[in-house]
């Protein structure tokens, strides 16, 4: 009875971690309640209107309502201090998922930051998904001109 029990726990261990994981490994994420993960959601809240405005600005060309991007829904893909060593000069590429109404995705975006005192500015700008609206908000979408 117990080397069937030992030889069923032993087979469902190694079926469950055969199971792959599609959690994204890519992305930075700091441990929960500590100093870095304050300061990084943080620097989020700052650089947030700038986010909003580059995701407007694009999305306004097909929808006619403007998108909003959630602080949590912002990845940090790449991060690099431009110049010396404690230079004030920064890099940032973020990976955003747009939203309209009660958390609708409208599609997936990599921005790329120049950040210096004083200083934001979008660099690059690149969307990278679509998503389709459901029926009742496809309305808010642009008709294409045809000219």
Known sequence: MKKILLITTC?????????????????????E?????VLMDLFLSLL?????????????NLLTESPMVYPYQISILNMKRI?????????????VTPVVGPHIAVGKDHLTFYIAPGVV????????????LPPNWRDIIK???NS
């Not at 261990?13 to 441990?31: G, V, W």
């Not at 979008?122 to 998904?129: C, D, M």
């Open 48 to 60: 947030s209107p700038h986010i909003d405005h580059a995701v407007s600005d694009f999305y306004s």
């Open 11 to 31: 087979s469902l261990l190694l079926f469950i971690y055969s199971i792959p994981s599609y959690a994204d490994e890519r992305y930075y994420h700091p441990s």
């Open 121 to 132: 500015t979008l660099t690059k700008f690149k969307h990278l998904e679509s998503y389709e």
């Open 143 to 145: 008709k294409k001109n």
């Open 83 to 95: 110049g010396q060593y404690r230079s004030f000069e920064f890099s940032m590429t973020i990976e």
């Open 33 to 37: 309640y500590s100093k870095e993960e």
